[in-house]
């Protein structure tokens, strides 16, 4: 059964640094394209990084230069290394293929930026 499961979100304050990770499950994750996305309150999900199964990457404006986006097929983890944090990056962080499965949807990790 496919699965992804997030963690490394926390509290941390403008300017500081965050390294979320996303353990992958029941797909070889090798042949599929993979994004970070976020959820902020009130807000509908948007995807803020990409990157595919060649490791070419793409970022939303508001994030690029601060995110970085990368994988690890053997051990089937993608991370986002995310420095320069804003309170605007204040979501919850899923990953997921993309396009996404929309029925595998983990329960994200927190992020919460204080100014």
């Known amino acids: 059964q496919v699965q992804f499961v997030e963690s490394g979100g926390g509290l941390v304050q403008a300017g500081g640094s965050l390294r979320l990770s996303c353990a992958a499950s029941?797909?070889?994750?090798?042949?599929?394209?993979f994004g970070w996305y976020r959820q902020a309150p009130g807000k509908q999900r948007e995807l803020v990084a990409r990157?595919?199964?060649?490791?070419?990457?793409n970022y939303q404006d508001s994030v690029k230069g601060r995110f970085s986006i990368a994988r690890d097929n053997a051990k089937k983890v993608v991370t986002l290394q995310m420095n320069s944090l804003e309170p605007e990056d204040t979501a919850v962080y899923y990953c997921n293929t993309d396009p996404a499965f929309n029925n595998y949807w983990g329960r994200g990790t927190q992020v919460t930026v204080t100014s």
């Open positions: 029941g797909i070889p994750i090798s042949i599929y394209a």
């Open positions: 990157i595919n199964f060649g490791d070419g990457t």
